[in-house]
């Protein structure tokens, strides 16, 4: 087995690497790390890949791109977008889960009697995006009976928050909190809600369908050593993914990398649940129906919804990586 491996990894190294874009879904960041990791210390290149990263951004449709083959592989968000593109006949799968849990949460101000999620509830000034007010803030209604009325526009400014000790704002675990602490000058409590039951996948690796059906060998690879990559980026050295991180994003610093590092681990944002016996990617049938289950008692799609178009099982459960966790 292991000279046949040797073998297998000797002719892939000799075969001329495959181009292959992969677009983010934002700026450069701590939180994509892994993928930089594959790029920087070479395990791309050691699966007979060119990857080409093409961050995302304000102005960036990167999705879009990848669904009218602009673009191999996309950097998605939670299930819920995977859903979206079944409703709207869009030919695109998941193929791994990056991270088993969203990182979405709600911070509020400490000793303002906020201090746990139930609390939430007596707020009347909740600072959410659009996008939150129309995704999990649906769920918290149905899950939880909170109200519209509660909810005030969030402009990804935190001054709003940051004035009224009686506001809750919408935020990521691994960046935000840091933020209004060197802003604030105080830790906020932070309420991750897959804690509290949102239990989508979060950075998924999407591509085409017609690529799962037609080239799976390739996105077997690029599966493998993205996971890779988040295994060396999460236990390893991961000061050239990070070196990388803040060429294309030069507004990172290293406090922040290192607090997006810390926090993912802290809350088993990437490696927790199936992933801790299965692999860093892990997906199951269980999972992504109870979150479908949850997203229609919540309205946002209709039960008949053929949500396992969403994604396959193919390429994930397979240990790939677990022999470097440390």
């Given at each position: 087995?292991?000279?046949?491996?040797?073998?297998?990894?000797?002719?892939?190294?000799?075969q001329p690497l495959r181009e292959v874009t992969f677009g983010t879904n934002w700026l450069a960041q701590g939180e994509h790390g892994g993928y930089y990791q594959a790029l920087a210390d070479g395990t791309y290149e050691k699966y007979g890949l060119k990857v080409t990263i093409v961050p995302g951004g304000p102005r960036a449709d990167?999705?879009?791109?990848?669904?009218?083959?602009?673009?191999?592989?996309?950097?998605?968000?939670?299930?819920?977008?995977?859903?979206?593109a079944v409703e709207k006949d869009i030919?695109?799968?998941?193929v791994a889960a990056h991270f088993q849990k969203e990182p979405q949460a709600l911070m509020t101000h400490p000793g303002q009697g906020f201090d746990s999620f139930a609390d939430l509830k007596k707020s009347n000034d909740i600072l959410l995006s659009k996008s939150g007010?129309?995704?999990?803030?649906?769920w918290?209604?149905?899950?939880?009976?909170?109200?519209?009325?509660?909810?005030?526009?969030?402009?990804?400014?935190?001054?709003?928050?940051?004035?009224?000790?009686q506001s809750v704002q919408q935020g990521y675990v691994a960046s935000d909190p840091l933020a209004i602490e060197k802003v604030a000058g105080f830790k906020p409590n932070v309420f991750l809600l897959a804690d509290q039951g949102f239990s989508t996948y979060s950075t998924t690796i999407e591509t085409r369908r017609e690529i799962v059906e037609k080239d799976a060998d390739l996105v077997q690879r690029f599966v493998d050593a993205s996971t890779i990559g988040w295994y060396n980026y999460l236990y390893g050295d991961n000061s050239k993914a990070n070196a990388l991180i803040k060429r294309e994003n030069p507004e990172m610093t290293d406090e922040l990398l290192a607090y997006s590092v810390a926090k993912m681990k802290e809350h088993g944002i990437v490696d927790?649940?199936?992933?801790?016996?299965?692999?860093?990617?892990?997906?199951?049938?269980?999972?992504?129906k109870d979150f479908f289950d949850k997203m229609v008692k919540a309205g946002l799609?209709?039960?008949?919804?053929?949500?396992?178009?969403?994604?396959?099982?193919?390429?994930v459960n397979k240990g790939v990586g677990l022999e470097l966790k440390k």
């Amino acid at each position: 087995m292991l000279l046949a491996g040797l073998i297998s990894g000797t002719a892939m190294a000799q075969q001329p690497l495959r181009e292959v874009t992969f677009g983010t879904n934002w700026l450069a960041q701590g939180e994509h790390g892994g993928y930089y990791q594959a790029l920087a210390d070479g395990t791309y290149e050691k699966y007979g890949l060119k990857v080409t990263i093409v961050p995302g951004g304000p102005r960036a449709d990167n999705r879009m791109l990848m669904s009218v083959g602009k673009l191999d592989f996309y950097m998605g968000g939670s299930l819920i977008q995977a859903f979206s593109a079944v409703e709207k006949d869009i030919p695109t799968v998941i193929v791994a889960a990056h991270f088993q849990k969203e990182p979405q949460a709600l911070m509020t101000h400490p000793g303002q009697g906020f201090d746990s999620f139930a609390d939430l509830k007596k707020s009347n000034d909740i600072l959410l995006s659009k996008s939150g007010a129309a995704t999990f803030f649906q769920w918290m209604k149905a899950e939880f009976g909170f109200k519209d009325e509660q909810v005030k526009p969030y402009g990804f400014n935190p001054a709003p928050f940051i004035a009224n000790k009686q506001s809750v704002q919408q935020g990521y675990v691994a960046s935000d909190p840091l933020a209004i602490e060197k802003v604030a000058g105080f830790k906020p409590n932070v309420f991750l809600l897959a804690d509290q039951g949102f239990s989508t996948y979060s950075t998924t690796i999407e591509t085409r369908r017609e690529i799962v059906e037609k080239d799976a060998d390739l996105v077997q690879r690029f599966v493998d050593a993205s996971t890779i990559g988040w295994y060396n980026y999460l236990y390893g050295d991961n000061s050239k993914a990070n070196a990388l991180i803040k060429r294309e994003n030069p507004e990172m610093t290293d406090e922040l990398l290192a607090y997006s590092v810390a926090k993912m681990k802290e809350h088993g944002i990437v490696d927790s649940g199936d992933a801790q016996e299965l692999g860093i990617g892990a997906m199951s049938d269980a999972r992504v129906k109870d979150f479908f289950d949850k997203m229609v008692k919540a309205g946002l799609f209709k039960s008949d919804l053929d949500y396992k178009k969403a994604y396959t099982l193919q390429f994930v459960n397979k240990g790939v990586g677990l022999e470097l966790k440390k």
